[in-house]
């Protein structure tokens, strides 16, 4: 009979930066957003609406595809945004956006069939849970505490 005596390696785990956990949120909250709405094409009336010129409702215009380009874009932006803005301009930011994002998403169930609860109620609850992530990071930024200022420190501050 053999006896181990040596424990097994575990595996490194190092803390990721808070600004790419923002990041890859973001980048995850884009690839729901844009296959959401990819797989809504498939509803049954969805493209006949669009060739007759309409979506959800409204006329397409330059003004709605404008809108609608706006709405891809700031989370498309915010992917970069928070790898580059310094940390307190980037832990505010992170928070609005997010903040607004969330009833923008619920808004997208607005006026649909119970027949696709489960389509919109799983899209839905995916990127309101990947906004609770933002937030809750962008919330919880780590603090570096500040140097005091004195003669003592002034050797630390140079």
């Known amino acids: ?5 040596k424990s097994p390696n575990l595996l490194d785990n190092p803390p990721i930066p808070v600004q790419a ?10 690839f729901l957003y ?12 969805v493209i006949d609406d669009i060739l007759a010129g309409v979506v959800f409702e409204f006329d397409i215009s ?7 380009l706006a709405s891809v874009a700031i989370p498309a932006l915010m992917v970069m945004l928070s790898m580059t803005l310094p940390a307190r301009v980037n832990r505010a930011t992170n928070l ?4 607004l994002y969330i009833p923008y998403s619920v808004v997208n169930a607005v006026g649909e069939s119970w027949d696709w ?24 930024w780590p603090r570096t505490p500040a140097v005091p200022a ?5 050797d630390l501050r140079q």
Do not use: C, H, Q
């Not at 009979?1 to 005596?5: A, D």
């Not at 956990?21 to 884009?30: N, P, Q, R």
């Open 1 to 5: 009979m053999t006896i181990r005596t």
């Open 21 to 30: 956990k923002l990041a890859a949120a973001w980048t995850s909250f884009m």
């Open 34 to 45: 844009a296959y959401v709405d990819i797989f809504n094409f498939f509803k049954p009336g």
């Open 62 to 68: 330059p003004t709605l595809l404008t809108m609608m």
């Open 96 to 99: 609005v956006v997010a903040l």
């Open 117 to 140: 609860a489960s389509f919109y109620g799983l899209s839905i609850g995916i990127e309101v849970l990947l906004l609770a992530f933002i937030l809750r990071s962008a919330w919880t």
């Open 150 to 154: 004195g003669p003592a420190t002034t």
